[in-house]
């Protein structure tokens, strides 16, 4: 007997138990609902899949993780507040730990996330990855495909952008 | 440690892993034993590892094997099962119920029916570009011919599908090569399993059985009760559903 479409199906339970929960995780972190991070960990995990089969280590595996989840989870949060009714518009944190300043201090994760909801289509990545995941420029670059040049203007845009919402004297 | 002084998502993902290197290690350690922020982040992974591995992984991995094997174009794809299943039904019916355990198991098997309906088990086989057909004992299937499975686990918790070969070879088809048998989800609808298995050159008549149980089964106690009976094979907690076919030369 030989294999193929069931051989393979070992081999996926193998990488998702493996891998699923860095997904789960950081689902849960982004969207904030454990029902909608249990769908979004079988969604990303199916599109993830054929990369992190190819991928020659742990590291670069987890550089696809991220970048297609933190894609699919923004995605979810843009339907969701499409859907939502409009907020009220200064909604926002008062400074409680928005530490946004030019030397990148890493931010409250919570905040972070309010900001970049709001923060325009393709700014949201790059933040996640820097604020929220911590990433060093270099790497949100190289999860991305984009150049460092892009990632640092893209992050000053949003550090701007976010002044607006943040009153603090350093910012 | 990332030039913001804290530890990334990357490291700490790595770290749960087992992949940094030793002094990678230490470092990532030496910082969590300072720092209460990233501490935090540490001890919430672990708690998401724990619900990951202890509920969602369950819960969710048929609906992703499913996917995969729909996204591969699998065996049967779901508009290809629209037009299988009725002629299943035909087939089966024309045939006479393909071949179920005797009578032996019945006492102990009529609990368990009692309380959760009968679990079903098919068998299907694709030859070369033509089509899918159902396996009964009158259909002959070729070395080459693959068999792909539908089951209707009727709220069972446990499956794994095994065969044994006219040479007497025992293997786990579904999942394939596993030594346990794998979690279902809740469903009491039939469901088609991922992947499909390419039948070798061993001639002769092969059974398949599907075993359906509460608990998770072990292959080698499978393996054991099929040697011991494949005709009626008995172990406890466990509901078999077998079915023959012959392998002839082309
Ligand atoms: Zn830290």
Request: hydrophobic content about 40%.
């Amino acid at each position: 007997m030989s294999e193929s479409g069931v051989h393979t199906s070992e081999r996926v339970s193998t990488l998702y138990r493996k891998f699923g929960t860095a997904i789960y995780s950081r689902c849960r972190r982004l969207l904030k609902d454990d029902a909608l991070a249990e769908d979004a960990t079988q969604e990303v995990f199916v599109r993830v899949l054929r990369h992190i089969q190819s991928a020659p280590d742990d590291a670069t595996a987890l550089a696809w993780i991220y970048r297609i989840s933190t894609n699919y989870c923004l995605n979810q949060i843009r339907d969701r507040s499409r859907q939502a009714e409009p907020t009220a518009p200064d909604e926002m944190p008062e400074g409680d730990g928005g530490e946004v300043n030019s030397e990148g201090e890493m931010m409250d994760r919570n905040t972070a996330m309010k900001l970049i909801a709001r923060a325009p289509e393709k700014l949201q990545e790059v933040a996640v990855l820097y604020y929220v995941d911590g990433l060093e420029q270099e790497q949100v670059a190289k999860t991305l495909g984009i150049s460092r040049r892009t990632v640092i203007n893209r992050l000053q845009e949003f550090v701007e952008r976010s002044r607006k919402f943040i009153s603090r004297d350093e910012v | 440690m990332n030039a913001r002084g804290h530890l990334s998502s990357e490291t700490i993902d790595l770290l749960l892993l087992s992949a940094l290197t030793a002094p990678e290690t230490n470092d990532a350690k030496q910082h969590l034993d300072g720092c209460e922020d990233c501490r935090t982040r540490w001890r919430e992974l672990n708690e998401d590892k724990q619900r990951f591995e202890q509920f969602v992984f369950a819960r969710t991995l048929p609906k992703v094997e499913a996917r995969v094997a729909a996204e591969r174009g699998g065996f049967f794809s779901r508009f290809k099962l629209k037009f299988l299943v009725p002629a299943m039904v035909l087939a089966a019916a024309a045939a006479g119920v393909v071949f179920t355990t005797g009578p032996g198991t019945q006492t102990e098997d009529d609990a368990y029916v009692g309380i959760k309906g009968q679990p079903t088990f098919e068998l299907f086989a694709k030859r070369g570009q033509s089509g899918v057909f159902p396996v009964g004992p009158e259909v002959a299937l070729h070395p080459g011919d693959r068999i792909g499975f539908m089951v209707n686990p009727a709220g069972s918790k446990y499956l794994l599908v095994a065969s044994q070969d006219g040479a007497g070879v025992f293997s786990v088809y579904h999942p394939f090569g596993a030594q346990v048998s794998q979690p279902l989800a809740d469903v009491k609808a039939k469901l088609e399993l991922p992947g499909s298995v390419e039948l070798d050159a061993t001639l002769g008549s092969e059974r398949v059985v599907a075993v359906f149980s509460e608990e998770p089964l072990k292959a080698g106690e499978i393996e054991a009760a099929l040697k011991a009976s494949t005709q009626n094979p008995k172990l406890p907690g466990a509901r078999f559903v077998v079915r023959e076919f012959h392998k002839v030369a082309p």
